[in-house]
């Protein structure tokens, strides 16, 4: 193939799930991001969980473990030792690049922009993709008149039916996602700024991923349930999942979650600005205690940050305690700069 532009390649329609799949890179999109495990070579640290991701619109990569990034022809160069004329050339089989016929690519580019109308064009940031309150009044209906979804969440998660409903959790007896998964579903929606920006889908069948989001889900920009606590001065649990806040909150326990391990800089700044102290209760795995540990640096010149010691067991989180226990790990939350040598 003779030699054609970065530019050219990306402009060209690059497929990059073929490239991901080339690359032996398993992904699940949230919102315009690619998340996934790091698969450098070179990658120094864990790599249990997905901490590497790749921008959809940018095609730029970042794993927040080994601290590796950048665009995606060098992502190319690391994988497959490359160097980056030959890597452009590898990505340029993945695209609509024209070698011998370079002004077809700036044809069908301006072709795309003459296309698109108006609302296209000036639609609002994908980060915010707010949506009418009754998309989600189904969801939430059918899991109020069905006493199975109720069920399955007490016993899953040990939520109770009034907690739940507060959470305006929801049921889909059929739940369509992409036309690549169907199944029974819990349905938990997710507001900021008082605006509906998206769902989770947690699968009530064996189905992988187990969760799924809605296009565009919000995950890096925000924290499940901020609404309901960011003016609070009360010291905030700051945990990973839905679930483990919902049973904080029916112990009465204000808390957030970052929808996992990966904590994005959006999410560190939203942290920093609460006004009361951070107590920081990640899972009791390696990945947990690992962004636990980044968390707390990060945030501990910016904010009052507590750590809680983890719950016995491998892989347990606060979701899996009674409120005695809870209440007995929050007593021994200590302040960060007491806690760190044991981190």
Not at 23 to 33: C, F, M, R, S, T
Request: charged share 25%.
């Amino acid at each position: 193939m003779n030699r054609v532009s970065w530019r050219d390649v990306r402009e060209a329609d690059l497929r990059l799930d073929d490239v991901e799949s080339a690359l032996g890179i398993v992904a699940n999109q949230i919102g315009d991001e690619d998340w996934a495990i790091c698969p450098l070579p070179e990658h120094g640290g864990d790599r249990s969980d997905a901490h590497f991701s790749i921008n959809r619109e940018t095609y730029t990569w970042h794993c927040f473990t080994c601290g590796g990034g950048g665009a995606l022809p060098l992502l190319v160069q690391k994988c497959l030792d490359l160097d980056r004329t030959n890597a452009i050339n590898w990505l340029a089989q993945y695209s609509d690049v024209s070698t011998d016929a370079p002004i077809e690519n700036w044809k069908r580019k301006f072709k795309n922009i003459a296309a698109r109308s108006h609302t296209e064009t000036f639609r609002r940031p994908s980060t915010l993709p707010w949506m009418p309150d009754r998309l989600i009044e189904g969801y939430r209906l059918a899991y109020l008149n069905d006493p199975a979804p109720r069920q399955w969440v007490l016993d899953k998660w040990g939520i109770w039916y009034d907690t739940a409903c507060s959470f305006d959790l929801g049921y889909a007896r059929n739940y369509n996602w992409k036309d690549k998964l169907r199944g029974e579903a819990i349905i938990i929606p997710h507001w900021w700024n008082d605006k509906l920006v998206g769902w989770q889908a947690r699968w009530m069948e064996d189905l992988k991923p187990k969760y799924v989001n809605t296009d565009d889900f919000p995950k890096q920009y925000s924290l499940y349930n901020w609404d309901r606590v960011k003016y609070s001065r009360a010291p905030l649990l700051v945990v990973e999942s839905f679930a483990t806040v919902m049973k904080l909150h029916q112990c009465r326990y204000p808390a957030v979650a970052t929808f996992g391990a990966t904590i994005s800089r959006e999410q560190e700044n939203v942290l920093a600005s609460y006004q009361g102290p951070l107590l920081l209760a990640y899972d009791n795995d390696v990945a947990g205690q690992s962004a636990q540990k980044k968390l707390a640096e990060s945030l501990s010149s910016r904010a009052n940050v507590r750590i809680v010691p983890p719950p016995e067991g491998e892989k347990a989180d606060m979701g899996d305690l009674d409120g005695l226990e809870i209440e007995a790990l929050i007593e021994r939350a200590k302040p960060y700069f007491l806690a760190k040598t044991s981190l």
